[in-house]
Structure formats: C-alpha cells, structure tokens
C-alpha cells in the first residue's frame, strides 16, 4: 500500500472569500467563518469539523454497541463541548445522552467502546501529518 492509502484524496477548493469546499468521495462539505471572522457563517468553521467528527464517531459506535445487544438508542445523542487553548482546541469534553438508562453490566463497557472509536484514538494518540506546498504553472 502506498503511503497515501488506496482512497483517492479530500480536495478542498477556495469557494471566495474565507470558504472552502472539501470533496469527500461523492460528498461536498463547506466551511466557512462567522461574520466577526471575516465570514457569512453559511457553514461550519473547519476547526467545528473535528468535534463533529469525534462525536458522529463516538454515536456511530454507541449505537452499534446498543443494537448489537438489544439496548435501547432511538433518541440518542452526543454532545461535544470543546475548550480553547492557544491556538488549537485544548480538550473536548463528550457527553453520550441514552434514551434510558443502561444495565449496570454495560456502563463501563460502553464509555470503553465510545473510546475506541478511531476519530477519539487519533485525537488522543496523534497523527503525523505533513504538509508540501508545490506549484503548479498556469499555461496562458
């Protein structure tokens, strides 16, 4: 496998002003930035992406967790507060709200297999990212 995977890559493109949209295989998501930011606050700021992906993924294995033994998950949800720091978000804090309450045998389990999820170990173990600025030639 190469060292970019075998998944063709997220493109985002400069739509004016301070919005972008990233192409996602057949997927198109914007973001933007508030008014004060300079923005229209027509989408999400990217920064906002990362605690809606640490929280769709947390649900995502929530519920599988609850269906796959027959608890209760209509009505779910999660919330993701996030705290600043300089420059970066320093903590999410997220809050799995059920239905109904859980058999005593599956609390501890089910906050183990909300952590499990993968956008909860990158963030907390890391990921090497780079970055290359290259240059491509316009021909007139």
Do not use: W
């Amino acid at each position: 496998m190469s060292s970019h995977g075998t998944r063709p890559p997220m493109v985002v493109t400069h739509e004016g002003g301070v919005k972008f949209a990233a192409q996602i295989r057949g997927h198109r998501v914007m973001v933007d930035q508030p008014a004060g930011g300079g923005g229209e606050d027509s989408a999400p700021m990217p920064l906002e992406l990362l605690g809606a992906s640490l929280g769709t993924c947390v649900a995502l294995y929530v519920q599988q967790f609850c269906h796959a033994r027959g608890l209760p998950y209509e009505g779910m949800r999660v919330e993701v507060h996030t705290l600043a720091a300089q420059g970066r978000i320093g903590r999410f804090d997220v809050r799995v709200v059920l239905p109904e309450p859980l058999p005593p045998q599956y609390a501890m389990l089910l906050e183990r297999v909300a952590k499990s999820c993968p956008a909860h170990n990158t963030l907390v173990h890391g990921a090497d990212v780079s970055v290359n600025v290259e240059h491509v030639a316009v021909v007139a």
